[in-house]
C-alpha cells in the first residue's frame, strides 16, 4: 500500500502514513501540532477546523453539520472527522490551535550568589493543570528554584474539560491507563528537560510534590473518577481515606 504525505501549515510538520487509517486529528498528533478538541474529537463541537488546501476530500455527513456550504468549498473541514486518503496539505489557524502559553516561574537568585553547581539532593514540584503541566527542579538544601519548564498536558486529546476526559475512562477500557500512562509520560518528558538544563541527574531527586484539581490528581495516581461526573460529585479518594 502506498504511503500518504501530510504536511501542516504554517509550522510545516510533516507525517508519512498509509492512506485512510487517519484523520487529521490524528496526523496533527502524530506531527505534534495540537488542535483544539474540546468535545474530544467526536465531532460535536465543532472547534478543530482546518483548511486543507491540497487534497481535500468530500465531507463527512457530520462536518456538514458544523461547515456551510461556501466554506467547504474552499476545504475547511474538522480534524477529527476528516480521513486522509491522499496526499494533503493542512492550514491550521490560530483559532484551531490550543493556546500554549504558559505562565512560567522566575528562578531569582539572591544578590550574591552564584548559580554555578547542582545540588545532589533535588526535588520536583509539579502543578497538573487541565491545560498546562508546570515543573520546577528546586534546589533542596539551597531552597533555590534551578529551572522551570511546561507543557501542554498530553490528555487534552480526549477534550478540554475534564468531564469528556472522565467519560473517555467510563467508555474505554483502557481509558484509565491512558490517562495515566500520558500524565506520568508528561512528567517524565519533564524532568528530562529539566536536567538536561541545569546538568542535574534524575537519580538525584530525592522528593517529589504533585498538585492539581480533583480529577487531575486521580488520573495521575490511576484511581477511577467516574464518581466524580455524577451527583453528589464525590471522590472515591480524600485527604482522609486511602485507596
Known sequence: ??????????????????????????????????LELQCGGKGKCGKCRVTVTEGAQPPAETELKHISKEDLSK???LACQSKITQNIKVQVSRKAQVDRKKLFLSAVVPDGQETSGVSTKLGLAVDIGTTTVVG????????????????????????????????HVINDPEGLKNVQKEITGAINEMIDVLCSETGAKPGNIANMSVVGNTTMQHFFLGIDPRSLAVAPYKPPVTGKNKP
Open 136 to 167: 520546577v527542579l528546586v534546589d533542596l538544601e539551597t531552597k533555590r528554584a534551578l529551572a522551570v519548564t511546561a507543557l501542554t498536558n498530553p490528555q487534552y486529546i480526549h477534550g478540554a474539560d475534564v468531564i469528556s476526559r472522565i467519560n
Open 75 to 77: 476545504g475547511v473541514r
Open 1 to 34: 500500500m502506498p504511503e500518504i504525505k501530510v504536511t501542516f501549515q504554517p509550522g510545516g510538520e510533516t507525517i508519512v502514513a498509509a492512506p485512510g487509517e487517519l484523520t487529521i486529528k490524528d496526523a496533527a498528533k502524530l506531527a505534534g501540532v495540537f
